[in-house]
Structure formats: C-alpha cells, structure tokens
C-alpha cells in the first residue's frame, strides 16, 4: 500500500510529463525536437530493502503489486507481470546490467498524469524510478545515463521502439522554458517561453481516444523512414534534403520523410522565432502545419484529433497540433487566455455533434524536469 514506507529510509521523486510544442516522429531520424515539461507527473517514494528483492506498488493498480527476488529477475517469465511493472522493472534491470549495486529496493508509484494520453505517462515512470534508483545507490550517475536507461527499459522491457524525445524531456526541462534538442549531438538549449506575459494560454486536450504504441504502427514508421534513409543514401532523415525527397519512387516513403524533412525545419523555425523572447503567436501556423503534416504525409492523426485542432482553430487558436505518437492521444492549442473558455466550448461542442466522449482539457505552462521532492 502506497503511504507504508517507513519515512526515515524513504524518499520521493518526481518525473514530468511532457508536450511537444514541435518536432514529432524526428527524434528516432536523428533531428530535433522542442518539448516542454507538464506540472503533471510520476512519484516514486522509494526505499532502500537490505534483503535482495523488489518490491512494487502503484496507487493506480493497487490490487497489481509486485514482488520479485533480484536474482530472478533476469529469469521472470515477465509476461506474468502486469503491464505498468515492465517499465520500472525494465529501469531496475538496466541499472544492475550496467554494473550497479542493489541491496533491494521497495517503490510505491503514484501520478496525476493521464495515462495513455500521449502526454509521456511512461517515460515519466521510468525516469522517475530511475533518479530515486540514482540517488540512492548510484549519485554519480548522469542525467544522459538515467535517459539512456529509461529508453532502454521501453525498448527493450516493454517492446516499443521510441527514440529519447519522452526521456530527455522528463529529465532536461525547466521551468518556463522548452527544450531544444539536437538528438544527433544531445545539445540542448532552454529557451524562454513565457505565455503569460503574451496574454497567451497553452491548452492541451486529452481526446480520450486510445493511444497504443505498441500496436506495431509506430514501429513500422520507424521502419519506414529507415528504409528511406536507405533509399537515399543517408545515415538519417535528418540528413536528407527536401530535393532529394521529392525523388523517392514509393509515394509512401516519399511522405513519410517529407514530414520528417519538413518537421526538423519547422522546430528550428520555432526555435529562431522563440529565441530572445519572441511573441509566441507567431509560432501558431508552423504548430498547425506540423499537424497536417502529421495526418497527411506520416498518417499518425486519428479523427478525434483532427477535429479537436480544426474546432480550435476556428475558435481563434493561432496554431493547433496533436502531441506524441499519434494514432489517438492529447492535442494542443496556443490561444490568447481570454478566449481560452471559447476554445475549449467550441472544441467540446464540435465532440459532442461527431459523438465522442468528452475531451480533458487543461492550460499548461512549462514546469521543471524530475527532482526530488522529499
Ligand atoms: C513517442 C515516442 C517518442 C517520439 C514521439 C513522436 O512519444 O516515445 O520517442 O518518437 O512518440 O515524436
């Protein structure tokens, strides 16, 4: 039961969500991304067990705990454990196969992020395992190992194939600013993004309707743009040109890296505008052209989305776009604060007269990466 931990041993930390102003399906072609960090996330109270084994809890699944001896750990037929327990799972395996000591560690989870939303549940999970695990065996560890460690626990524990966009962003944010991120080099810049200063609100919209990256449609874009990687002669799509794009035979590859091609250029546009404390508005058309470029050419939007950012644009939003993955999941929309309440009718109307469920909605402004808090 989450609250058991004995406090003198324990700890707690906590990881972010995330939303991505711009720059998605570009962090596994080796290009660029601009996320900023929710004032939602994962908590993870963590204690050290002397006696070499795991022990998990989640608030959210309260009936699913785990117990698991280390040693067993390698062995465990995983697909007995419930699926939240692969992430953290994953995390801890990662740290001791990296050569880390663990005496035995008791973790009780707990969030306010949706889950499933596209709006980076797990990453947040797994970083938040990952600095509870850092500080207290490992403090050496750093801020790239733990991103490594938590892409590796999706990848490899649970199976899907994500790049570092959801893991950096957890870890690199800070407050009031979003995170610019080359992928290839991992430099990064914190670049202001003050809204209330510009009478502006960002508004994300969890459409409810499902977002499962592991069905296979996100590893197969992946697959994709490798193959057009290939076809090109690149080592990456970063590395592609428009020019060189528009030559592909196979109509599907040629959309594909054309979003690729043209997201990568529209993050450093974003990024230019915003550098020096840029009026965001003028951000607002790149954030919808990233939109329509992810339902048309790299076909990752979902109908929910699409009229979510259609209803909020004409609304008055400057600019609308669905986050993450795709496929269902959150969208957002860059609207001045005092229409935000019009926006968020308008969008809630346009779902009622299609019939879907009614959409979450909620302003956000960028909050700081995973920390400590007790
Ligand atoms: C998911 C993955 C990320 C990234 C986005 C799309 O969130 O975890 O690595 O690829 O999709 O931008």
Redesign the pocket.
Known sequence: MAGSLEKSKAGRWLAPGRV?LIG?????NDGFVLPLALPMGVTCTAAVRPDGTVRLRSRQAPRDGVEIALCALAAAGWSELPAWAHYPLGVISEFVRRGHELPGVELELDGDLPMGAGL?SSAALSCAVAIALRDLFAPSVSAAEIIDMARTAENVYVGVP?????QSAAMLCTAGHVLFLDVRTRAYEQIPFDLKRFGLSLLVFDTGSSHR?VDGEYARRRAECATAAVELGVPFLRDATAGQVGRLADPVLRRRARHVVSENARVLRVAEKLRGGGDPRQIGPELSAGHASLRDDFEVSAPQLDTAVAAALVAGAYGARMV??GFGGSMIALVDSGRADGVVRTVRDAFARRRFAVPRSFAVTPAAGARRIE
């Open positions: 991505n998605e399906h570009t962090d596994y980076s994500t790049g570092i966009l959801d990256l993450g993955g």
